[in-house]
Each structure stands twice: as structure tokens, then as C-alpha cells.
Nanobody
Framework: EVHLVESGGGLVQPGGSLRLSCAAS????????LTWVRQAPGKGLEWVSS????????LYADFVKGRFTIARDDAKNMLYLQMNSLKTEDTAEYYC?????????????RGQGTQVTVSS
């Protein structure tokens, strides 16, 4: 059974940083592209970033380019999202999921999410 468990969210002031983690199990992690998506209250799902196998082909939504960095550690079955220069509009529930950008709206598996709140 596939498990994706996000952690690392919290309350941070504008301009601050957070590092989200996603622990994966139940599948051959290294064989999959992986994605972070987010959903703010009352808004639709937004694609944030994806990374291919072996850490290649990282893609970012325009609104996070230069601020967020996606990374994976296949030895530990971990996916990360380093978020710097956070803005209030980054407030959302963040989810990790299997697959890449092409199917981000209908992933095979998605975690339960971790809440990020950016507020002064």
C-alpha cells in the first residue's frame, strides 16, 4: 500500500523559510516522478513543482520560481520542498503526490497534506 506523509509545515512570517518533507513507502520510489501541489482555502488545486526520476527535470510554477526548490533522496524515499522568501499568498495546504506535471490533477497517490501559513 502506498503511503505519502508530508511534514514540515507551520506558521512563518513573510520572507521566512520552511522545508517540507514527504516520506514515501509502498512503491519503488526511484521509478516515479513526484510532484508538490497546494490548495488554499476556497481555491482550486495548484501545481507547484515536479521532479523526474534521478532528480532530473525539475519544473516550477512561475509563482514559485527562484523561491522554491524541489529535491528528492531516493536512498531515503524522501521528497522535499525548500521554500524561501515566503509570501502570504503561499498560505495553503501542501501535498506531495506521485507522477509529474502532466497528471497532477489526477494523481495515482497523494498524501494528507501539511499546512503552511504565512502571516505576520
Amino acid at each position: 500500500e502506498v503511503h505519502l506523509v508530508e511534514s514540515g509545515g507551520g506558521l512563518v512570517q513573510p520572507g521566512g523559510s520552511l522545508r517540507l518533507s514527504c516520506a514515501a513507502s509502498g512503491f519503488t520510489f526511484s521509478n516515479y516522478a513526484l510532484t508538490w501541489v497546494r490548495q488554499a482555502p476556497g481555491k482550486g488545486l495548484e501545481w507547484v513543482s515536479s521532479v523526474g526520476t534521478s532528480g532530473l527535470g525539475a519544473l516550477y510554477a512561475d509563482f514559485v520560481k527562484g523561491r522554491f526548490t524541489i529535491a528528492r533522496d531516493d536512498a531515503k524515499n524522501m521528497l522535499y520542498l525548500q521554500m524561501n522568501s515566503l509570501k502570504t499568498e503561499d498560505t495553503a495546504e501542501y501535498y506531495c503526490q506521485t507522477g509529474g506535471y502532466a497528471n497532477y490533477a489526477q494523481p495515482t497517490d497523494r498524501g494528507q497534506g501539511t499546512q503552511v501559513t504565512v502571516s505576520s
